[in-house]
């Protein structure tokens, strides 16, 4: 195996997704699979459509393009620039908007090219990043069905992702009573109620999500079988279907505090240290710009991480009982923000397992 590489286990995503599934639909609620954690890697969105979602969704239609030949419906979750709206016909089967002048273009190519573009428009209830106001919301549908090559399967809401807004029975409720209003205002049926991503698991799993909500777009849980309101993990998942991999490079023993003035480091922070005195150390070959080194952990929970450059992670091997040498293989579990760094990073291997 090159390294550093990071290993994806697909029989563990599978298993998760059934999981998610399985307690998503005692709820009535339909789940799609985000996979842009992993670029639209179409082997592990396999996992996900044998674990039974019954979408595919990602934000970048470069990943959607690799999803094209798996037959399950995809939605585009980032808006759509007007400059691709030709690729986002057809590619998307559904995308998410919040712009007038989008949705027109949309409309515009898509009877052009013969087809019905479904789209679903996005209510900001408080995060701030996409998403019309309700009454704005409210109001536009109007124009939208006027349009001849679009239709307006739903609407949908994403929290938690800039704003850090927890979504509850109330701001979700709210949701539901606009999806209500627009229905009565228009005599139209709204199929898909889209109440947000891995932040809203934990009110499927409470029982409080809002009855009308049908809908999620589920990565971490997924991936990583945590919810991500409270971090917490979910009952009968794995935690570690995505494992780092790397190589020592040295081995010695080293003060645990530096010697000399201490200025900015490479990352321009100024570094602080814990005296814990001479240590023995291992180096090992990747850095972050392969990872986020705060947000792996060793699976020899004697490894202590010490610190980490753009090329270089450090630990502290001093009370392992394993006997570390040169060439060895250190192996980390890894949470979202590192996955994603070593997916985009050409420098990690990534290597699929029990496909
Ligand atoms: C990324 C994304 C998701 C999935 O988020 P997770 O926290 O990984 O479940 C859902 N909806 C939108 C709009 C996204 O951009």
Redesign the pocket.
Known sequence: MKLPALTIDIKKIEHNTKAVVEMFREKDINV?A?T??YCGNPIIAQASVRGGVSML???RLENLIKLKDIDIPKIL??LPMISQVEDVIEYADIS?NSEYKTIKALSEKALEKGKIHKIVL?IDLGDL??GLSAEDGIEVVGKILDLKAVELVGI?T?L??YGGVIPSTENLGRLSDIAMEIEDKYDIKLEII?G????S?YLVENGNMPARINN????????FGTE?AYAKRIANTYSDAFKLHAEIVEIQEKPSVPTGEIGLNAFREVPTFVDRGIRKRALLAVGRQDIVIDNISPEDGDIIIVGGSSDHLIVDITDCKEDYDIGDILIFHTH?TSVLQAMTSEYVEKVIINN
């Open positions: 799609a985000v842009k954690l969704a990602d934000s979750l980032r998410f996005m990043r996409e949908g994403n938690s992702c889209s947000g991503n891995s932040s698991v999620l777009r589920i990565g971490e849980t997924i991936l991500a979202y």
